[in-house]
């Protein structure tokens, strides 16, 4: 029997719907039920490809003596992350206060009467392990907390409240003063340290601090760190590592080590985005290592073979766990994508075995439970043998060459993954939602890697995705977040509007002469100041003014997690469009909006790497007019807070314009001297 999760369009809701717990999603019904019956609210996120979601799931939520106590006691209600960020950042940041650490699943219990959270966890085991109570224990214990400890509660609920509620007003800063070359120098720092090899822990791309270690190299700071050097350490650990899937394409979400070997195997739209624009600024930095080029490629025919929806979206995740046979009753971790050694001898022949064993990390014994995760020993071309030998193992997981398998279908969850007759190896799950913010993620990094590589396809897929979100995206005049199979719903949240206004504003600059970009950019912008501004403290609320009214609080994002801040790419966007339409008010709201947050970047320059990229682009924007020949000369080469605009009346005898923020410099008489002025100008901090 079904619970109402059955009839959501949400892949992970759907994944709970035949739990014996009585679910509701989240909505205005849910919340005056539990009110009116004066139950606490237990309230549980996650996502789709999440792993520890999946057990959980499988164990506490699937206990009928669990499901009946939760019943009788509690109001339960399931949040899809992906659809409601904004939700989640609330309740993820009550979770951080209370235990000083996050994860999904994030399970939060709620007071009914305001919503406010007085107790948060992530996984609950279904008996006491791993120094975890029983999830039993933990819901009996609320419960008689709740009933009988109620001024506790109350001063409890007050202190998180009131927190949540500072941290949401933030306190600007006192000084008016935002030219200040020292913060973005600390900014730097502080990213470069970050992404400094570790001997322990998981390993996470984090390309917001990637991008700002990169994009400060051009000041030649005096410090203890090589940003440089760290930048492209990170791009061979990510071209070269576990984290990258070298059979087929893809980067994987993290790995679980320090060495970059083993990585928690789901695919994530929102990372692949990143890592393709971050390897392609590499690239034009000048580190142009084959690797680099080999993963964007194999990124973009994954992409192209799995992740494209027939309209040209592109499709959310796919999970990390999967099935190694169709009676199994649940799916292993890693199954899709790891090799035992037996499997190689009998698929790759000696001479093949015996280099991918110099070149990649293959042992008897495996380095995953008994298992081998192909990562590469050395940079550079991989041989002809050895695109062969990978060739072979894409043959064994997929049923068909890779030259040969232009398109292989999703599975849409985990009873068509167990019912299809694949070909080869039962892949996992995607969830194939469409989110705009993700997506443009992925645009912007196609339009960037066209530039860079010269490859005029990887426009063409970032063309085709961003034509959808405009033709499918808009609902009675307002823009929206998700798309389910054509349907669009869901308000956007703030990210969705600052991603996707980079993403034109990278189409725009790779699709050169094509204004039509440029115009969406603003259009979109126009709605993002009016509904989700905030005047009186600066910078964008997550949610509009008209769709936050079941939050607690009304959150503007300024820190970097596993996607940017919105309010860095945003304000990052308002400076370019300042530059493009010679508008001041996008400078003036950029002003306002690094003023909001200054604060924040003084204090905690490790929460927002974004912020501080930002703040580049204020300090160091600059606007080159030329013709399409010159432009052309120069996108190549990394130049990060550049814009371009195509124009045809350059004065006499030039060969275009170079403009500092609100000042250009004399015309130049050459491509030499235009360079010049553009080395300069990238560097006048």
């Known amino acids: 029997m079904t619970n109402r999760l059955a009839n959501t369009k949400s892949l992970y809701l759907r994944k709970h719907s035949e739990n014996p717990i009585d679910w509701w999603p989240w909505c205005d019904q849910a919340l005056e039920t539990a009110k009116s019956e004066d139950k606490p609210i237990f309230l549980s996120i996650g996502y789709s490809s999440c792993h520890w979601c999946t057990v959980m799931e499988g164990e506490a939520f699937s206990d009928l003596a669990i499901a009946e106590y939760m019943n009788a006691n ?22 951080q206060m209370m235990s000083g650490q996050g994860g999904w699943p994030l399970n939060v219990f709620l007071s009914p009467d305001d919503l406010v959270p007085f107790y948060a966890g992530t996984y609950f085991p279904v008996d006491p392990r791993y120094g975890r109570p029983g999830f039993l224990q933990v819901l009996q214990a609320l419960r008689g907390y709740y009933d009988t400890e109620k001024e506790e509660l109350r001063q409890r609920k007050a202190v998180i409240l009131e927190a949540l509620l500072t941290s949401a007003v933030l306190e600007k800063t006192a000084s008016p003063e935002i030219i200040d070359h020292q913060l973005l120098q600390t900014g730097w720092e502080t990213a470069t340290k970050i992404i400094t090899p570790k001997q322990v822990g ?28 760290l930048s492209t350490q990170r791009g061979f650990d990510l071209a070269l590592g576990g984290i990258y899937d070298h059979v087929a394409g893809g980067f994987h979400r993290y790995t679980v080590d320090p060495t970059w070997t083993v990585p928690h195997f789901e695919k994530m739209l929102y990372d692949n985005g990143q890592i393709v624009e971050f390897l392609a600024d590499l690239w034009s930095a000048g580190v142009q290592e084959p690797a680099f080029k080999r993963a ?42 790891v090799w035992n050694f037996q499997e190689l001898q009998q698929l790759l022949t000696t001479a093949e075995l015996t280099e991918l064993q110099q070149q990649f990390s293959i042992s008897v014994n495996g380095n995953f439970e008994g298992n081998n995760v192909l990562q590469r020993l050395h940079p550079g071309e991989l041989s002809e043998t050895l695109e062969i030998a990978l060739n072979k193992l894409f043959t064994a997981r997929y049923g068909e060459r890779l ?46 890697s066209s530039q860079v590589f010269q490859e005029p396809s990887y426009l063409e897929l970032a063309k085709t995705a961003a034509n959808f979100i405009l033709d499918h995206q808009f609902v009675n005049g307002r823009f929206h977040r998700l798309n389910y199979e054509g349907e669009a719903t869901v308000l956007a949240q703030s ?18 002469g094509n204004a039509e970009w440029l115009e969406k950019a603003i259009s979109l912008q126009d709605e993002f100041n009016q509904y989700l501004w905030s005047p009186e403290l600066g910078g964008y609320f997550n949610t509009s003014s008209d769709n936050s009214q079941d939050l607690i609080v009304r959150e503007r994002s300024f820190v970097d997690n596993a996607t940017p801040s919105a309010n860095g790419i945003a304000i990052a966007n308002l400076v370019r469009l300042s530059l493009l339409t010679d508008h001041l008010h996008y400078l003036d709201l950029a002003e306002s909006g690094i003023k909001a947050f200054q604060g924040v970047m003084n ?67 050459s491509f030499e001297e235009l360079l010049a002025q553009v080395q300069r100008s990238q560097n006048r901090s």
């Open 202 to 229: 998981n390993s996470f791309p984090m390309i917001p601090y990637c991008e700002l270690a990169l994009r400060g190299t051009r000041f030649n700071y005096q410090s203890p760190y090589n940003g440089k050097q």
């Open 296 to 337: 964007v490629s194999g990124t973009v025919q994954w992409l192209q073979r799995e992740m494209i929806a027939p309209t040209g979206y592109f499709y959310a995740s796919q999970d990390a766990d999967s099935f190694v046979n169709s009676g199994d009753a649940e799916p292993e971790e890693g199954a899709f994508y």
């Open 403 to 448: 030259e040969n398998l232009a398109l292989f279908p999703p599975a849409g969850d985990n009873q068509e993954a167990k019912t299809t007759n694949w070909p080869g190896r039962i892949p996992a799950v995607s969830d194939t939602k469409m989110i705009v913010a993700w997506n443009s993620l992925m645009i912007s990094g196609l339009a960037r």
């Open 495 to 512: 990210e969705d509007y600052a991603f996707f206004i980079k993403a034109l504003l990278n189409l725009h600059q790779a699709d050169v």
């Open 603 to 669: 204090n905690s320059p490790q929460a927002c790497p974004s912020l501080f990229t930002a703040l580049d682009w204020y300090q160091n924007c600059t606007l080159i007019r030329s013709n399409k020949e010159q432009i052309w000369s120069l996108i190549t080469q990394y130049l990060p807070t550049i814009v371009f605009s195509q124009v045809s009346d350059l004065p006499a005898g030039s060969v275009g314009l170079v403009c500092q923020g609100l000042k250009c410099l004399p015309a130049p008489e």
């Open 74 to 95: 509690f109001l339960p209600i399931k949040v899809d992350r992906e659809e409601r960020p904004d939700i989640d950042s609330i309740y993820m940041q009550s979770l």
